[in-house]
């Protein structure tokens, strides 16, 4: 079984910092890429940062220079850290993992539960 745990999210005010944590744990032979999407009220869930395992990243326009993405190999771990956070930003962040198993050697798409991001005015 292989688990994918958020913590960080909450309220903040616009122009202010958050930071994200995504912890995998369970049956893990190796973690590929990994990252971070949202889904906004009435919208659809989109990509907001991603992170290979080497460490190359790739972020959507409407964040770049503002969210970071970073990953601790060793302890399974993704980071998002936000600053100069905008009302725009307000959504759940969902982590996303590419996970091979030790069981099977297949590799998974696995998601967190979700963290909400509130960005007031």
């Known amino acids: 079984q292989v688990q994918l745990v958020e913590s960080g999210g909450g309220l903040v005010q616009a122009g202010g910092s958050l930071r994200l944590s995504c912890a995998a744990s369970?049956?893990?032979?190796?973690?590929?890429?990994m990252g971070w999407y949202r889904q906004g009220p009435g919208k659809q869930r989109e990509l907001v940062a991603r992170i290979t395992n080497v460490g190359s990243t790739r972020y959507a326009d409407s964040v770049k220079g503002r969210f970071t993405i970073s990953r601790d190999n060793a302890k399974n771990t993704v980071y998002l850290q936000m600053d100069s956070l905008k009302p725009e930003d307000t959504a759940v962040y969902y982590c996303n993992a590419q996970i091979v198993k030790i069981a099977t050697r297949n590799e998974y798409s696995y998601w967190g539960q979700g963290t909400q991001v509130t960005v007031s005015s």
């Open positions: 369970g049956s893990i032979l190796k973690i590929n890429d």
